[in-house]
Every structure is written in C-alpha cells, then in structure tokens.
Nanobody, 124 residues
Framework: QVHLVESGGGSVRAGGSLRLSCQISGQTTLSHFAMGWFRQAPALEREGVAAIDSYDHTNIADSVKGRFTISKDHAKNTLYLQMNNLGPEDTAMYYC?????????????????WGQGTQVTVSS
C-alpha cells in the first residue's frame, strides 16, 4: 500500500514563496514512480502543474513555468514543489500523486496514488 502525505501549504501574500513536501511511504521508494503535483481550485478541474519521472526528468506547466520547480530527495523519500512569486491565481488545494508508469504526465487519470492535499492561499 502506497501512502502519500503532503505538507507545507499555508497563506501567503502575492509575491511570496512556499515549498510543498510530499512524503511517500508503504515499503516503497520514490524511485519506483513517476510523480506529479496537481492543484484544484473550487469549481475548476484538477490541473497538473509539475511532473518528474524516475530518471528525474521534469516537466512544468506553462502556467507556472519560471516560478515553480519540482524535485526529489531520494534519501528522505520526499517530493518537493518550490513555488516562488505566488499570485492569487495560484490559490488552490495542491495534491501530489504517484504513477506506476514512467512518464511526465499532467493527466490525473495517469496517476494511481494520491495524497490528501494541502491548501495554498495567496492574497493580493
């Protein structure tokens, strides 16, 4: 059983930064999965913002390119999303997800395991 737990969300002013963490557990390691960060604002569809495969290749959505960075710490079995220069449009619940397929995908249906989410709120 794969378990994902996000942390690091909170409330910040526009222009601020946050780093989200996602720890994976369940007798497995990050190296077994492609990983992704998604976000969902009220009344909107879940949107992929960053992905990383088992070779640590990354893909960043155009909407956050230049501001968000995805990375892994294999020793800590933890996935990160560094978010800089945040704006009110980034306000959403953020989720990490793991996929058994090794791809850089922004499609939620490509991911099998999901965390419970962490809320990010950006005020202007």
């Amino acid at each position: 059983q794969v378990h994902l737990v996000e942390s690091g969300g909170g409330s910040v002013r526009a222009g601020g930064s946050l780093r989200l963490s996602c720890q994976i557990s369940g007798q497995t390691t990050l190296s077994h999965f492609a990983m992704g960060w998604f976000r969902q604002a009220p009344a909107l569809e879940r949107e992929g913002v960053a992905a990383i495969d088992s070779y640590d290749h990354t893909n960043i959505a155009d909407s956050v390119k230049g501001r968000f960075t995805i990375s892994k710490d294999h020793a800590k079995n933890t996935l990160y999303l560094q978010m800089n220069n945040l704006g009110p449009e980034d306000t959403a619940m953020y989720y990490c997800a793991a996929s058994n397929g090794n791809w850089l995908s922004f499609f939620p249906t490509d991911f099998t395991y999901w965390g419970q989410g962490t809320q990010v709120t950006v005020s202007s």
